[in-house]
Every structure is written in C-alpha cells, then in structure tokens.
C-alpha cells in the first residue's frame, strides 16, 4: 500500500514538473516585453564628497523617467521630515519620456547581466565600495527583485551596469536642435 502511494506522488511530480510548474527550475534569463508593468528603481549615492550625492532614477517600461538628484534626504526617501533647508539647490526633479524599446533594451541589459540570478548574487567580492552604494528594486516581467545590499560591495559587475543607467538618465540627451 505504502509503495502505490508513493507511486502515485511521484507521478503527480514528474507531470507538475512536466507542466511546467517551476517547482525547480524558475530561469531568470527571461526575454523582456514592453510593458507599462515593468519598472526598476535605482537609488545611487556617492559619499566621497561632503554633503553625500544621491539619484533616484525610476524607470517604467512605457518610457517614463523619473529622476531625483542632489544632496537632501528625500531624494532617496520621499517621506523623509527633515526638509525644512531643502532648496532647490539640494533637491532637482525631472520627468520625462523616452522610447518604450529603449527602455526594453535597457532592461533586457540588467536581466542579461544577471538582475534576477540568484546563484550569481550574493558573493560578496573583496572590493571595497570606495563610498559609493547602489541598490535596485525591479519587477519586470513577473519577476521580482528587491534588495538593500550595496551591489558595489555585492556583485561589482552588475552594479558597474545598473550604475550606466543612473548615468544615462541622469544626464539625458533628449535631442539635438537642427541647423
């Protein structure tokens, strides 16, 4: 009796597996579509200098860019109390749009490079952050990423990446006027 059981189990396993149920095998190389769905945000800091920089960079799949830089808190922490000396000196914020297949290839990038690969992350590297930190959190394409490590500490490839977005939409080039 104990063996039929067992037989039985086994087999629902072997067709769960079979229909694709991801019960092992979850692959976080994914071909990303566009959509308005998918988004990543991009909180990058550099603390080499007095008082620290800080970007915000929020980007969603239908092309639309938020960026929030300069040296207040509530660059990187829309909730923060303390803004009583915020200027506009300490805190700029930019909107804009771009291409929707931009933004898929931008996120096509960071999931090739390993966004979402859990075997990959988390080896920590003997390279020290030299005071910069840069932390993601995305979802694209039903998966989902969201960690507070410092990725220049943790996986300095994929920050060194992560961090040429925050340089591209930082500091965008949105058109060149004609002559």
């Excluded at 597996?17 to 990543?40: E, I, Q, R, S």
């Excluded at 500490?153 to 060149?176: K, S």
């Amino acid at each position: 009796m104990l063996t039929r059981a067992f037989r039985f189990s086994a087999l629902a396993l072997l067709l769960a597996m079979l229909a694709g149920c991801g019960l092992f095998w979850d692959d976080p190389y994914v071909t990303v579509t566009v959509t308005p769905l998918n988004w990543v945000e991009i909180h990058y800091y550099n603390a080499t200098r007095e008082p620290i920089r800080r970007v915000n960079v929020r980007i969603t799949g239908s092309g639309r860019v938020e960026v929030k830089s300069g040296t207040a808190r509530r660059v990187s922490d829309s909730f923060a109390k303390d803004i009583a000396g915020d200027t506009t000196d300490n805190y700029r914020e930019r909107v804009y749009d771009v291409d929707a297949e931009h933004v898929r290839e931008v996120f096509q990038d960071l999931v090739n490079a390993g966004l979402f690969d859990k075997d990959k992350m988390f080896t920590k590297t003997t390279h020290p952050s030299n005071g910069r930190f840069v932390a993601v959190r995305a979802a694209i394409d039903n998966k989902t990423y969201s960690e507070s490590k410092n990725l220049f500490e943790e996986d300095p490839e994929l920050a060194e990446r992560i961090y040429n977005v925050v340089l591209e939409f930082n500091r965008p080039t949105l058109g060149r006027k004609k002559k």
